[in-house]
T-cell receptor, first 114, second 113 residues
């Protein structure tokens, strides 16, 4: 079965650079979620999209922006990178926004900021 | 406030023994889902088991079962006949009505040979 695809899997950037993370949800899933997991931490919700519109927003810095495109893939854009942005970034997808159901996680993008 | 509490930061268990990972939750939403995820050192988030708030029976998936006690707001994960490959970080998580998943701090499980 098709799973959530994230690219790149690993990314190394310098401070103050920009990074773009991509997420391709499971086919026919119209909702995408982004999570950030710092070293030794639990994942924290950043932002979500349903039918290409932002549906919820968590603790996402103003330096970050995201969007969902017509083919439902999503991109997380991160500017003016800081050392503290080094983390594992997960994308998850689900069909619809009905509360309670499973979200399917991608393998994550490991971002290292030097 | 929506919250997941995992009180066991780390556990050591002998191979082939059963293990219970504790999880309590807090939410005022009547409809929610409870999950357990396994995260090995490679970092991927592996879905293990799901329990809906209205499900009458405890969820089971192979060696995994979820001991759901709604009145106590607990959702403990039971792993039967533990294996060396079960060594990993385990996260309990909740998805209330507003969709984002809230994770606990995790329990690091070590299976001893």
């Amino acid at each position: 079965a098709a799973g959530v695809i994230q690219s790149p899997r690993h990314l190394i950037k310098e401070k103050r650079e920009t990074a773009t993370l991509k997420c391709y949800p499971i086919p026919r899933h119209d909702t995408v979620y982004w999570y950030q997991q710092g070293p030794g931490q639990d994942p924290q919700f950043l932002i979500s999209f349903y039918e290409k519109m932002q549906s919820d927003k968590g603790s996402i810095p103003d330096r970050f922006s995201a969007q969902q495109f017509s083919d439902y893939h999503s991109e997380l854009n991160m500017s003016s990178l800081e050392l503290g942005d080094s983390a594992l970034y997960f994308c998850a997808s689900s069909p619809g926004t009905s509360g309670g159901g499973e979200q399917f996680f991608g393998p994550g993008t490991r971002l290292t900021v030097l | 406030a929506q919250k997941i509490t995992q009180t066991q930061p780390g556990m050591f268990v002998q191979e082939k023994e059963a293990v219970t990972l504790d999880c309590t939750y807090d939410t005022s939403d009547p409809s929610y889902g409870l999950f357990w995820y396994k995260q090995p050192s490679s970092g991927e988030m592996i879905f293990l088991i799901y329990q809906g708030s209205y499900d009458q029976q405890n969820a089971t998936e192979g060696r995994y079962s979820l001991n759901f006690q709604k009145a106590r707001k607990s959702a403990n994960l039971v792993i039967s006949a533990s294996q060396l490959g079960d060594s990993a970080m385990y996260f309990c998580a909740m998805r209330p009505r507003d969709d984002k998943i809230i994770f606990g701090k995790g329990t690091r499980l070590h299976i001893l040979p």
